[in-house]
């Protein structure tokens, strides 16, 4: 991956331009510790050192992030729903507020440390510190993911997605009601150039579409489901409230919904199917989860 450092970008530190943007770095101590591993150069110099500032028209070249994490993941006893279970794949019906692989403040509670318990063989299937893991949802967000058990299962699954051969379904709660009862929102999404933990709809971003039809209303609230075309991070959430319907419990883009429904505590958004044919056989998959019980509470309590 390489970089050209602009002109407004001169000055800035290399740790601080490479959480900027670069996909992979989830947080700016992700972006210092491939530098430490020398996983990044300037103009071809392998560089070190995270604070070395940046001069306008410099070409920065980083390692994929996979190359210089840890290529051991802790294995955890941690209990995982499975939806479905084959010997190339498993579904996991992940629950509210479980992260789904290591990072800051998480190293061995995460859903890739149960899967590794449960599923050893998937060490080193794809990404060091996200093994078997294809795709995946935010820690308050519900839902189903799947997980590849082999190596071509994870070359599949993979082509599959990019290829828009998987079908992805969400179940939302959303403020207000929309204009149409059903529609498509295109807007790129790229990073909040205020708020880097944050993406926002900016034209220079990354082509995502979401479609959504409205399924009832409920008071001043409409519950939907929710397709995903692309999979960009917090694409749902994003695109929903840049069509002025928030997602219900949203603290990050749709702050007013927190207080509305007491009993909830996070985000209404829940994966509810997944469909795809299998890999191997070619035959239909349609796996779905029902609405788990704080979000049906939830629902229930504006009746």
Known sequence: MEFTVSGEQAGRRLD?????????????????????????????????????KLNEGQLVSVTSKSNVVAKTIIASNIPLTVAYEDDHIAVIDKPVGMTVHPGAGHTDDTLANGAVNRWPQIVGIGEADRPGIVHRLDRDTSGLMVIALTEQAYTKLSEMIFNREMTRIYTALVHGVPDSREGVIDAPIGRDPHNRTKQAIDENGRPSRTHYKVEFEIGDFSFLKVQLETGRMHQIRVHLNAIGHAVVGDQSYGKRASSMIKSLNRQFLHASKLEFAHLVTGEPLSIESKLPADLQHALDSLA
Not at 24 to 49: F, H, L, M, P
Request: proline share 0%; no cysteine; net charge negative.
């Open 16 to 52: 601080v331009f490479l959480a900027e943007q670069w996909d992979e770095a989830e947080s700016r101590s992700d972006a210092q510790r491939t530098i430490k591993a020398g996983g990044v150069s300037i103009d071809g110099r392998v560089i070190s050192q995270v604070s070395a």
